[in-house]
């Protein structure tokens, strides 16, 4: 079965810096997922994706996709004290099952 | 406001006793799922039902049993819990299709003595 793994468990940085999260995997997939969960919430999508796309954007975070090196980044520019969560990458493959990476929790001080 | 919907928030037993935990989504999804998310933060799916058919059920003790009356809810019960059980349950919900996007809810945290 396909495993997501975040390379780094914990990163902080302070506000207005940037930081990149980084994931790898195992098998071949259809498209990657990358979730935020604040304390005390459920995960929340940030970006989707699709395994024929490199790149995609949602305000300041930037996320890439290497299908020959099975690795995906998520960036964020202009960190901000509520950017402070766990951040995760989810795979998708043929199925309709989501598995989840192990997390890296981002700590953003003011 | 349409979102997923849980309660308990949290819950504390003993061991052996039963628990029930409720999820109601109103995003008219066709699909729902639990996950149980450990101490590390690891998140495992449990179970998932579509149009009221389990379609996933990992390899979880059969003390856990999921329970649909309709599309828009799925309960999870727990029969004699013990001390592992103690985690986060995160209900979830989504459109039935590889690439929709899945909703979670805020969870129920469970203590177990």
């Known amino acids: 079965s396909q495993l997501a793994e975040e390379n780094l468990w914990a990163l902080s940085v302070h506000e207005g810096e940037s930081v990149t999260v980084n994931c790898s995997y195992k098998t071949s997939i259809t498209a990657l997922q990358w979730y935020r969960q604040k304390s005390g919430e459920g995960p929340a999508q940030l970006i989707l994706?699709?395994?024929?796309?490199r790149e995609k954007r949602n305000g300041r975070l930037r996320a890439t996709l290497d299908t020959s090196s099975q690795s995906s980044s998520l960036s964020i520019t202009a960190t901000r004290c509520e950017d402070t969560a766990v951040y995760f990458c989810?795979?998708?493959?043929?199925?309709?099952?989501?598995?989840f990476g192990t997390g890296t929790s981002l700590l953003v001080d003011p | 406001e349409t979102a997923v919907f849980q309660t308990p928030n949290y819950h504390v037993t003993q061991v052996g006793n039963e628990v029930s935990f409720n999820c109601k989504q109103t995003?008219?999804?066709?699909?729902m799922y639990w996950y149980k998310q450990d101490s590390k933060k690891l998140l495992k799916i449990m179970f998932s039902?579509?149009?009221?058919?389990?379609?996933v059920n990992e390899t979880v003790p059969r003390r856990f049993s999921p329970q649909s009356s309709d599309k828009a809810h799925l309960n999870l019960r727990i029969k004699s819990v013990e001390p592992e059980d103690s985690a986060v349950y995160l209900c979830?919900?989504?459109?039935?299709?590889?690439?929709?996007?899945?909703?979670f809810g805020p969870g129920t945290r469970l203590l177990v003595l």
């Open positions: 039902y579509n149009n009221k058919q389990l379609i």
């Open positions: 989810a795979t998708r493959n043929m199925g309709y099952k989501l598995t």
């Open positions: 995003l008219g999804h066709d699909t």
């Open positions: 994706i699709r395994s024929n796309e």
């Open positions: 979830a919900s989504s459109y039935w299709g590889a690439l929709d996007t899945q909703y």
